[in-house]
T-cell receptor, first 113, second 112 residues
Framework: ELKVEQNPLFLSMQEGKNYTIYCNYSTTSDRLYWYRQDPGKSLESLFVLLSNGAVKQEGRLMASLDTKARLSTLHITAAVHDLSATYFCAGKIRGGSNYKLTFGKGTLLTVNP | DSGVTQTPKHLITATGQRVTLRCSPRSGDLSVYWYQQSLDQGLQFLIQYYNGEERAKGNILERFSAQQFPDLHSELNLSSLELGDSALYFC???????????FGPGTRLTVL
């Protein structure tokens, strides 16, 4: 069964700084997703990473996938307060009849002025 | 807005009661997933339906059941509610079995 571990679980950053959130997964995952969740709100899809070496960027966020290391990263560049949220990575395994997402515990990001 | 709708938005009930949560998938999506989010368990997969048929079960309690109707909307039924069932329940939908899942706004259930 797929296990997904994120670290750190809590991240307090200053505006303008860079940081990386790490997502390790236990077995081969066909796809890796990153979601953002604001307090009490739904999950907003940020990135879908499909293959080894995939890199996607949107604004100040960049996600990458290394399937050999079973590692995905979410890099934050020059953080701004609006990025404060909880970020989840999730993996999905193709096979059998189960297409569920397995989520990490989430990283609560707080960007301070 | 993902296009997935869930009702009600909030639900407050007492222990021992039964509630029904409703989900309408995005137009054209055949697959519906239910997830539970709680502080202690995080985000957990409950159950998946595809075109009216149950396809996979996760950590879903026997007191919980779900179905997907011919019009593709889905309902999650929670019975004999306990305090620990208080959580945010999300529905997600995808076009086919393996496509990206889009999440609804969630139903916050509070059991008193």
């Amino acid at each position: 069964e797929l296990k997904v571990e994120q670290n750190p679980l809590f991240l307090s950053m200053q505006e303008g700084k860079n940081y990386t959130i790490y997502c390790n997964y236990s077995t081969t995952s066909d796809r890796l997703y990153w979601y953002r969740q604001d307090p009490g709100k739904s999950l907003e899809s940020l990135f879908v990473l499909l293959s080894n070496g995939a890199v996607k960027q949107e604004g100040r966020l960049m996600a990458s996938l290394d399937t050999k290391a079973r590692l995905s990263t979410l890099h934050i560049t020059a953080a701004v307060h609006d990025l404060s949220a909880t970020y989840f990575c999730a993996g999905k395994i193709r096979g059998g009849s189960n297409y569920k997402l397995t989520f990490g515990k989430g990283t609560l990001l707080t960007v301070n002025p | 807005d993902s296009g997935v709708t869930q009702t009600p938005k909030h639900l407050i009930t007492a222990t021992g009661q039964r509630v029904t949560l409703r989900c309408s998938p995005r137009s054209g999506d055949l697959s519906v997933y239910w997830y539970q989010q709680s502080l202690d368990q995080g985000l957990q997969f409950l159950i998946q339906y595809y075109n009216g048929e149950e396809r996979a079960k996760g950590n879903i309690l026997e007191r919980f059941s779900a179905q997907q109707f011919p019009d593709l909307h889905s309902e999650l039924n929670l019975s004999s509610l306990e305090l620990g069932d208080s959580a945010l329940y999300f529905c997600a939908s995808s076009e086919r079995l393996y496509n990206e899942q889009f999440f609804g706004p969630g139903t916050r259930l509070t059991v008193l």
